[in-house]
């Protein structure tokens, strides 16, 4: 299946693979994919913050990565999940949901506390690492926004530049 989609991906001219929200064991599986070349593609894998023991493991491997100087294989931005989905009614919004069947009208949720969001976005900003923050949202959205302008207030860096994935 993987030869499969890399012969097809090249048969369309995708020089760039990646994979959006990866582990451990998923960027080292990755990494030996490619320096095999079984996958000749780049690969840019985003390492998922929940999927790492803690903030400074993550550092860690993007020390780790980087200092092998691997020139097609890039971790790209840190991914961190701040709410669900519309389809899924788990997207934090400002304003409930609506609807026609149970009249239980809900906001959805955050993945994350809102101190917490702010303390990794800090974290990671001030490390000059690059996030992809999952919002899909009002609520979620105005949560991303405001803790990237707070980490630019403590640690200006206009080099970083965050995605809001969705």
Known sequence: MLASARDEYLAAGVTTVQN?????????????????????????????????????????????????????????????????????????????YRTKTNGIRDNGSAALELERLQELVLGYHRAGRQLALHGNGSAAIDAIITAVHLAQLEFPNPDVKHILVH
Not at 32 to 53: E, G, S, Y
């Open 20 to 96: 959006g929200y990866a582990g451990k064991w998923m960027i080292r599986l990755l990494q030996a994919l490619q320096t095999l070349r079984v996958i000749p593609q780049r690969i840019v894998p985003w390492p998922a913050h929940a999927k790492f023991d803690n903030q400074q493991d993550m550092l860690e491997m993007f020390e780790r990565y980087e200092s092998k100087g691997v020139s097609k294989f890039h971790l790209g931005a840190v991914k961190l999940i701040v709410d669900g989905s519309p389809q899924g009614r788990t997207a934090w919004l400002r304003e409930p």
